[in-house]
């Protein structure tokens, strides 16, 4: 059964860096999706993606959060100067789009556990 | 606002015994889905069950059952004969169709434990 992947599974990073986390959505999905669960909390939408841009987005997703599709298969999500307050679980989610399939379902990635020291 | 709740915390069952976990939710969207998603300690999100607001059938897999009430938006998860691999924590989830993609809300969580 296809499914959506995410690498690293857990990435530590210093204070001010950089990160990007990727994924590899469901290879005939249409919409991409980035979700962040800090520990103990909900999980919250960050940003969708179609059509090699951005959908919606929501107020966690300031300026110091971009999201790419560099290729054909992976979706990106860079913090580009990462916060002790981005620690926190991010999933990657895929669907097929309203037109295609079941479109009333997102398939989601196991998550990368972003450490911020 | 459109919001997603679950009133309970934590919650406990003996193993083999049913438990119900509740959600309400918030919506002005006519068309939407509801699922229940299951994340164990590994943190990976496992979708457990999925009902479409417009059939009015509760959804059931396995020992997994919904007791959907639009007119309540409510939307509760039974779970029978529990096994101690059913422990985790449990989120109640809205969908809805925006513009030609979904937004998910998801509520806070319950957390399940399975005495033995």
């Known amino acids: 059964e296809p499914e959506v992947t995410q690498t690293p599974s857990h990435q530590v990073t210093q204070m001010g860096q950089e990160v990007i986390l990727r994924c590899v959505p469901i290879s005939n999905h249409l919409y991409f999706y980035w979700y962040r669960q800090i520990l103990g909390q909900k999980v919250e939408f960050l940003v969708s993606?179609?059509?090699?841009?951005?959908?919606?987005k929501s107020e966690i997703f300031d300026d110091q959060f971009s999201v790419e599709r560099p290729d054909g298969s992976n979706f990106t999500l860079k913090i580009r100067s990462t916060k002790l307050e981005d620690s926190a679980m991010y999933f990657c989610?895929?669907?097929?789009?309203?037109?295609?399939?079941?479109?009333?379902?997102?398939?989601f990635g196991p998550g990368t556990r972003l450490t911020v020291t | 606002a459109q919001t997603v709740t679950q009133s309970q915390p934590e919650m406990s069952v003996q193993e083999a015994e049913t438990v119900t976990l509740s959600c309400t939710y918030d919506?002005?969207?006519?068309?939407?889905?509801l699922f229940w998603y299951k994340q164990p300690p590994s943190r990976q999100m496992i979708l457990v069950i999925r009902?479409?607001?417009?059939?009015?059938q509760n959804a059931t897999e396995n020992r997994f059952s919904v007791n959907f009430q639009k007119a309540a938006k409510s939307f509760s998860l039974k779970i029978s004969d529990s096994q101690l691999g059913d422990a985790a924590m449990y989120f109640c989830a809205r969908l809805i169709n925006s513009g030609g993609y979904q937004k998910v809300t998801f509520g806070t969580g319950t957390k399940l434990q399975v005495i033995p």
């Open positions: 993606f179609y059509n090699n841009e951005i959908s919606e």
């Open positions: 919506t002005s969207e006519s068309d939407y889905y």
């Open positions: 009902q479409e607001a417009y059939k009015q």
């Open positions: 989610a895929s669907s097929v789009g309203i037109l295609q399939g079941n479109p009333y379902e997102q398939y």
